[in-house]
């Protein structure tokens, strides 16, 4: 229950997917924190739609992160976090940018702060805080600000109607994708291919996820595959919650859409290269199985399957 008198209250969490998904148990915490205070999230574009539907804000902003040029823009975003009357501000982006943030409400009056920033009145000073998995991060620097027992992100409020995909009733999620910039952290195209026929044979449909930037991708692992069902840029967060939810199993790289799998409870394989560290960033779900090698080609299709089976069964 609220006993801070703060007031209005802003919470910052920008993205990305993966970063904002783990921030969901954060912010259903802080909502229950401050159960009759407005709620402000301040969020980027992708996010907006999900956020609102989410029921934890009041209301939800879109940050447009101005350019460190765009004057104008900072003036506007800054007069309008000065408008809000906040009492007191949750940073779970904790950034360089959030900090930022901090500033545009000198000369004042400044609201109670929780973060890394060195004047916040609540400051996460945890030196080891960079060590820390995200989850761990964000719960303990909400302690700090009085507000314990910070629970798993739920998803159970994200439905939507998925029947225009005209999907199996058996069916496996597949996300091959990822940022572009990180090719290493990627399963081969040709193993997720192999992946695709094996499901078909065992009368699983594979169906593949991905942002329409990541089409030609999905659309070559799919031509292999002809019960595979190409959705790259089709579909929205509410609607990969809600397949999460129906899929028999998924198996994807370490990419935002793996964290929203298997925060909605799909028994998912992340696969991880030495690129990423599970120990800090590791999707966390009912049933999440991480698969780690040095190079991802060196996981074979066999142990995925095998993996899969263990998962499906239990």
């Not at 998803?155 to 939507?160: F, L, M, P, R, Y």
């Not at 910039?181 to 996820?209: F, T």
């Not at 991905?210 to 692992?221: T, V």
């Amino acid at each position: 229950m609220d006993t801070s008198g703060a007031g209005p209250v802003l919470v910052i969490k920008l993205g990305a997917l993966g970063d904002f998904i783990q921030a969901l148990g954060p912010l259903a915490s802080i909502r229950r924190h401050h159960p009759v205070s407005r709620i402000t999230l301040l969020t980027t574009a992708p996010f907006v739609d999900f956020a609102s539907a989410s029921g934890y804000a009041n209301e939800v902003w879109c940050d447009e992160k101005p350019s460190a040029l765009a004057v104008l823009e900072w003036l506007k975003l800054r007069k309008r976090l000065r408008s809000g009357g906040y009492g007191r501000v949750y940073d779970l982006q904790t950034s360089d940018r959030s900090a930022i943030y901090y500033r545009l409400f000198w000369p004042g009056p400044t609201p109670e702060w929780s973060g890394i920033v060195a004047e916040s009145s609540f400051p996460h000073t945890n030196p080891g805080r960079d060590f820390m998995h995200t989850i761990e991060r964000q719960a303990e620097q909400l302690r700090m600000a009085g507000i314990e027992n910070v629970r798993p992100a739920d998803v159970s409020w994200a439905t939507a109607d998925i029947e225009r995909f005209g999907l199996a009733d058996c069916f496996a999620l597949l996300v091959p994708g990822g940022a572009i910039h990180r090719p290493d952290k990627r399963w081969p195209q040709s193993c997720y291919g192999e992946l695709a026929e094996a499901l078909w044979a065992r009368e699983i449909q594979p169906v593949l996820l991905g942002l329409e930037n990541e089409a030609g991708l999905l659309q070559d692992i799919a031509a292999g595959c002809a019960g595979a069902v190409n959705l790259a840029g089709r579909t929205d967060l509410m609607e990969i919650a809600e397949m999460s939810r129906r899929a028999i199993t998924a198996v994807g790289n370490d990419t935002g859409p793996m964290h929203l799998i298997a925060a909605a409870g799909c028994p998912c394989i992340v696969l991880y290269s030495h690129k990423s560290d599970p120990a800090l960033c590791a999707q966390r779900g009912a049933s999440v199985s991480i698969l780690r090698r040095e190079s991802l080609d060196q996981l074979s299709v066999d142990e995925v399957l095998t993996e899969a089976d263990s998962l499906i069964v239990a």
